[in-house]
Antibody
Framework: QVQLQESGPGLVYPSQTLSLTCAVS??????????WSWVRQPAGKGLEWIGR???????NYNPSLGSRVTMSVDTSKNEFSLRLRSVTAADTAIYFC??????????????WGQGTLVTVAS | QSALTQPASVSGSPGQSITISCTGT?????????VSWYQQHPGNAPKLIIY???TRPSGVSNRFSGSKSGNTASLTISGLQIEDEADYYC??????????FGGGTKLTVL
């Protein structure tokens, strides 16, 4: 049974870089050709897809976040990471990681991590 | 990046059926059969309940069904149960290699 667990600082200062890691257990991040995604949700609001990365390091990001997003994968630790630069209060949200599909066009997230709240404030 | 359009809220009584719509464009919902639906209870992560427009993952009740007509996808829940009260989100692949979510619909079971 695949399980995902997000970790990282709960508080980030404005203009700094948000860094989160998603540890995967019960599955190998580098086998099977799956993508692994990040999704966020501001309090009381809807979901926003941030981007995805494959076990081989191929990435695809939400254009609305521009060049602020970078994702990476560490197959030795079976985890993948998110970096979001130049954060503002608008980046305050619960951040989820999730297992995605093998397909470039078919996105579906199952399972999800429990999510981690990141607050951007001084 | 505009979201897919969902009603803010729907309601129904136990045993009834309800339908939640998800309207996009020919660049997303209408152009591809890659629509998914998620159920989210308060304080929990979303749960995948429908993918590829009509497919239920293993373990999801057959009371949940999906369909699509033109640029609008729909989620139908039949035989409403109290535990179905939750937020529901649709998502779709969008041309230019991105994914877009709907704004979410709050289902109240009266």
């Amino acid at each position: 049974q695949v399980q995902l667990q997000e970790s990282g600082p709960g508080l980030v200062y404005p203009s700094q870089t948000l860094s989160l890691t998603c540890a995967v257990s019960g599955d190998s991040i580098s086998s099977g050709g799956y993508y692994w995604s990040w999704v966020r949700q501001p309090a009381g609001k809807g979901l926003e897809w941030i981007g995805r990365i494959s076990g081989s390091g191929s990435t695809n990001y939400n254009p609305s976040l521009g060049s602020r997003v970078t994702m990476s994968v560490d197959t030795s630790k079976n985890e993948f990471s998110l970096r979001l630069r130049s954060v503002t209060a608008a980046d305050t949200a619960i951040y989820f990681c999730a297992k995605d599909t093998r397909s470039w066009y078919d996105y579906r997230f199952d399972p999800w991590g429990q999510g981690t709240l990141v607050t951007v404030a001084s | 990046q505009s979201a897919l359009t969902q009603p803010a809220s729907v309601s129904g009584s136990p045993g009834q059926s309800i339908t939640i719509s998800c309207t996009g464009t020919s660049s997303d919902v209408g152009g591809y059969d890659y629509v998914s639906w998620y159920q989210q209870h308060p304080g929990n992560a979303p749960k995948l309940i429908i993918y590829d427009v009509t497919t239920r993952p293993s373990g999801v009740s057959n009371r949940f069904s999906g369909s699509k007509s033109g640029n609008t996808a729909s989620l139908t829940i039949s035989g409403l149960q109290i535990e179905d009260e939750a937020d529901y989100y649709c998502s779709s692949y969008r041309r230019s290699d991105t994914l877009v979510f709907g704004g979410g619909t709050k289902l109240t079971v009266l």
